[in-house]
């Protein structure tokens, strides 16, 4: 058989070859406008040849700071097709980070949008190794700016080659696209992507079972190009000819709709809190939203309820997924078995609401206290993955601590059920270690949110002198709560849910839960703030 | 990225692992049994140390003479399960050529159906290098027989260890398979095939615009596992948990539409004949085929008329489909883009009929007498292929004429109209050159047969002193017709259609049209019988 390299540039091709007249669909500051993939193509390989002019050579990094729109699209593939390295830079990190990465990337040239330009300029003392910048403006002039020399995209590209030749001859495993994972400790790990496997993901996307990419739809990747490329959408919806609304800088609710419904949107994708806000805005607006075939929502797992609005009161299915950085991401996808259609709608929901099970070409197993769990719903472990698209070492890092004879081990603790779906329960490091047993810290915090005088509620692990850990509940009553609701309520309240060493062994009232920058509950605090609580208590 | 090798046996732990309880209708001579991929899986594990138990080391080749049935199935993942390649051997050549390929493919096992038996008991003495006989068969005991020493295939795997473990460190560029093509002259050539090319042609028969084989799919494959691999369907479905219906020895078409009606079968492959043989049983019987999605239908160019009986008489889509042995088949596939669904019935009847367009993953160009051709629809030019799922060389062969700076010729001249889309036109070899320009004897024979008093044609290309080649129709008049029919007649009925110069310069009225053993024109023995025809006509 040919041995021909799986090459992300031949996605293109195939897309100007043969759906030369279908659509991306761009916005960017100045408004909406439609390239199609010949145009996409054309530009493209203008950006590809401007590049090399530009003195970028094969294995360099171009950096990208900027929202889903066409430009971005472009450089998905013209950066690979200078056989460059696509550095994908996720703009919601803090501003030491952004640094960080730049110059542990060793990026030679950033591409910008105009909006975030100001977020580039404050690190201009920080990142000498960068050698250019290009602006991705509507502008037909460039502002003024310290950073220099400064170039104009649509000038750049204007004075490209046309009809410029992808190499053809690659190595499949060079590296094709870089992405940094935004750590919650320490410094953004990088992982590289490489030909072979941003080309096999593509597949795995396609694939009818999986995320069923179609010609016949019409995608909308609200997750962000700058996070693990928008799950690697635009280059499978680009590969199969699938129209691609890109909804830009700074989009709201209220956008998202609109673009469904006026663009006909049949696939959109995106973490919870987007989704969330499309609900209120579906509740509140009058919209159709009858051509969406599927919302696809990965990032963090997504609340039952949610699932529920979706799939019963607006009939949209709801594909929950779960990936990483690290996994390219899509690893594991929520589809219903065909021996599942029939079950009634709330073991549909809960079906739904759990992870899925892994997507061809990947390989999981789960590792609990005592090798691998059983398949039964309950015992947990943490997943490890094998797969030609999860990645094997961080950047020039020395940890090797997450990648152990050829797997990966996510850090996420889940559970399996014996149809192979796995539910995500907790990260290995807040999980409670009890006596030898396992305790689900998400588990209990879902269950203490659910009352009705609980604003929120942390669980973490305490060192214990005789059980190693024990669960301690913080919880932040609602105003109108203080006074009334005591320890003795809340393990009363929890007793009927959960086995009796679950329950935590003491309440901490606190007026509120710290949070990271992007308002994740930070339990390090807590951990660190309440490390002696239980050894105080017994003496 | 980690580099996990591409292996055939990971589709069936997928399968055992995801997809346990879905099944395998397999007919064999006594009956229909179903099979769970659990069972299939251990009965698959027990086969593969059961080979390995009888000398069988990694690369040697077993080879298999079977029909589509459970143990066929087991046989495609246990033969590469034991590291060996799985050598499927066309029932249908003459014994010449089987012997011819089970010596130079040096097979050291065969795996031999009951009712295939004494086809290769009078090869006894012929192919010397086979080790041992497995006969897979229903009964409990062997028949007598001269194929010595023989297993009884239950009988050996129930010797085999069910918890065998498949080999993950395999190379992916390693051989799993091969197939020999039937040649209409010389002897057959072998292509072989690896993990790699079945591993990304699974993978693209899966995807959502292509085979989109889907685990709530049922799927028939009538094309037998002989034939390359049955379209590699069996190796897809396994892969992604769809229910496979196995129709088993000596199929009808009564049998098939039962198949299709009980099982409920959504996707059904097979060549032209089959679906002649079922539209007629179709219109005589009284069946309920609306469980079908699709008919994949490939091998060799489907009638118009067909396409049409099934697309809107019966409603079931008609998925044409083009590749050969040399290709693992899929190469090209009839799907209509979104912009033509709404185009009227004849329309979208003329782009069925034609073979349609390259899958992802795989390339194509198309070169005519003066380099690429124009993709007018017009332009007639060979076509060439290029893939991870199409072969560079013949087993064991010389001969590289058909592959060129990394491509395929395919020997097949077809033209492209704008959308991309194929249709094949004739042979290279069949081809008429003539005066610089090529005349399609495969469209003036189309003419020719829907004449009314004509039963058979023939258009060969035959060597003229002044254009290099000239048509020559070869003619087989209805019974009723002779005498009344006249070179003018033809030439006349012709010349509306066709430019002038591609009207045949003679007509030459046979009795019959000599044919090849599975019933194709054997177009060299017309050409050698007149080969000086217009030579002799211009002295």
New interface residues.
């Given amino acids: 058989?040919?041995?021909?390299p799986?090459r992300v540039t031949?996605?293109l091709?195939?897309a100007e070859?043969?759906?030369p007249?279908k659509y991306v669909t761009s916005r960017t500051m100045s408004g909406i406008r439609r390239f199609t993939y010949r145009e996409i193509g054309e530009r493209t390989r203008r950006l590809s040849s401007a590049l090399v002019k530009l003195g970028v050579q094969k294995g360099d990094k171009v950096g990208t700071l900027a929202w889903n729109h066409h430009r971005h699209l472009e450089a998905y593939f013209g950066i690979p097709g200078a056989e460059a390295v696509l550095h994908t830079i996720n703009i919601r990190l803090s501003p030491e980070h952004i640094a960080y990465i730049i110059n542990h990337a060793e990026d030679k040239i950033l591409l910008i949008d105009q909006d975030i330009l100001p977020l580039v300029e404050v690190l201009k003392d920080h990142i000498p190794n960068v050698e250019a910048f290009v602006l991705m403006t509507d502008d037909d002039k460039l502002p003024e700016s310290p950073l220099q020399p400064m170039y104009h995209y649509e000038e750049l590209i204007a004075g490209g080659d046309p009809s410029y030749t992808f190499n053809d001859k690659i190595d499949e495993?060079d590296p094709v696209g870089m992405c940094y994972t935004s750590a919650t400790t320490g410094n953004p790990k990088g992982v590289?992507?490489?030909h072979?496997?941003t080309v096999?993901h593509s597949?795995?996307l396609?694939?009818?079972?999986s995320g069923?990419?179609?010609?016949?739809d019409i995608i909308m990747p609200v997750v962000p190009m700058f996070h693990v490329n928008a799950w690697g959408l635009p280059f499978a919806a680009t590969?199969?000819?699938t129209s691609q609304v890109m909804p830009g800088p700074q989009f709201t609710p209220k956008l998202l709709a609109e673009l469904i419904e006026m663009e006909q949107v049949t696939l959109a994708a995106g973490v919870p809190t987007i989704w969330l806000g499309l609900l209120r805005e579906l509740d509140q607006g009058s919209y159709d939203t009858s051509s969406l075939r599927a919302i696809l929502c990965g990032g963090s797992a997504a609340p039952r309820g949610m699932i529920k609005a979706f799939e019963q009161k607006y009939n949209i299915p709801f594909i929950h997924a779960y990936g990483m950085t690290e996994t390219s991401p899509l690893v594991v996808l929520s589809?219903l078995?065909?021996?599942q259609?029939d079950l009634d709608q709330e073991a549909i929901l809960d079906i739904r609401a759990m992870q899925g099970?892994?997507v061809?070409?990947v390989?999981m197993k789960v590792i609990g206290a005592n090798g691998e769990v059983k398949w039964d719903g309950q015992e947990m472990g943490e997943l490890a993955l094998?797969?030609?698209?999860?990645?094997?070492e961080y950047y020039k890092d020395d940890d090797k601590s997450a990648f152990s004879d050829?797997w990966?081990y996510t850090g996420d603790v889940v559970t399996v059920d014996e149809?192979?779906t796995i539910k995500i329960v907790d990260r290995t490091k807040d999980l409670i270690k009890s006596g030898g047993e396992w305790i689900s810290s998400v588990d209990l915090e879902n269950a203490l949110m659910a009352h009705e005088d609980i604003f929120e509620a942390s669980v973490i692990a305490i060192p214990h002198p005789e059980w190693q850990e024990r669960p301690l509940a913080c919880v932040v009553l609602k105003p109108e709560a203080p006074g009334r609701v005591t320890k003795q309520d809340i393990q009363d309240y929890l007793r009927p849910m959960f086995a009796k060493w679950w329950i935590p062994d003491d309440v901490v009232f606190l007026s509120e839960i710290p949070k990271t920058s992007v308002g994740k509950f930070l339990k390090r605090a807590l951990r660190d703030r309440l490390k002696d609580h239980y050894s105080v208590i017994n003496n």
Same sequence: chains 1, 2.
């Fill in positions: 058989m040919m041995n021909v799986l031949m996605m091709e195939h070859r043969y759906f007249k495993n590289t992507y490489t072979r496997s096999l597949l795995a396609g694939l009818t079972d069923g990419v179609s010609e016949s590969w199969f000819g589809r078995k065909s021996h259609m099970y892994v061809p070409g390989e094998r797969s030609n698209w999860v990645c094997d050829g990966l149809e192979g």
